[in-house]
């Protein structure tokens, strides 16, 4: 899987993550993680979610894939 630029909006992705406060928690395989709108500013404006990680993490802190797309009999 190539690299995508930086999400600009909430959703799904599938991201590495690389720069995590503790390094054991850095992926290895890519893995869907959510993009939300943390109300703050500059580079805060979005955080990013990731199973098993306690605290939000910042978006330059992942290699970037594709968004998750949601089958349309889900929407």
Same mark, same amino acid.
């Given at each position: ?23 054991? $928690?850095?992926? +290895?395989?890519?893995?869907? %993680?959510?993009?939300?709108? /943390? ?20 978006? $330059?802190?992942? +290699?970037?894939?594709?968004? %998750?797309?949601?089958?349309? /009999?889900?929407?």
């Amino acid at each position: 899987m190539s690299t995508y630029p930086i999400p600009a909006r909430e959703g799904h992705w599938w991201a590495k993550l690389k720069l995590a406060d503790n390094p054991d $928690d850095n992926s +290895v395989n890519w893995e869907v %993680v959510q993009v939300f709108d /943390n109300n703050g500013e500059g580079d805060e404006t979005f955080m990013v979610s990731v199973p098993g990680i306690e605290r939000g993490q910042l978006l $330059d802190a992942f +290699v970037w894939g594709p968004p %998750v797309h949601r089958p349309e /009999n889900l929407r």
